[in-house]
Nanobody
Framework: QVQLVESGGGWVQPGGSLRLSCAAS????????MSWYRQVPGKDRELVAT????????NYADSMKGRCTISRDNVKNTVYLQMNSLKPEDTAVYYC???????????WGQGTQVTVSS
């Protein structure tokens, strides 16, 4: 049974930092490209960042470039999103996503709330 469990969300003041984690189980982690998405009520889910299976390649949404870093630990089966200089518009539910090779399938975590406000 595949599970993605996010943690690390919470409330932070503008300009602050948060580190999100997503722990995967039930998968061979290195066979999955990992991404973080975010969603606010009434809007589509938005891709924030993606990291390739062994971490060699990363991509970021323009809105987060220079302010966040995605990384992964294939021993701990965990992907991270370090977010800095947070803004109120970064407030959203952040979701972890796994996209597997071939027919391995795609999976979502349950989401973790990030709130940026003073």
């Amino acid at each position: 049974q595949v599970q993605l469990v996010e943690s690390g969300g919470g409330w932070v003041q503008p300009g602050g930092s948060l580190r999100l984690s997503c722990a995967a189980s039930g998968v061979t982690f290195s066979r999955y490209t990992m991404s973080w998405y975010r969603q606010v009520p009434g809007k589509d889910r938005e891709l924030v960042a993606t990291i390739s299976r062994f971490g060699a390649n990363t991509n970021y949404a323009d809105s987060m470039k220079g302010r966040c870093t995605i990384s992964r630990d294939n021993v701990k089966n965990t992907v991270y999103l370090q977010m800095n200089s947070l803004k109120p518009e970064d407030t959203a539910v952040y979701y972890c996503h796994a996209r597997g090779l071939g027919d391995l399938g795609n999976y979502w975590g349950q989401g973790t709330q990030v709130t940026v406000s003073s």
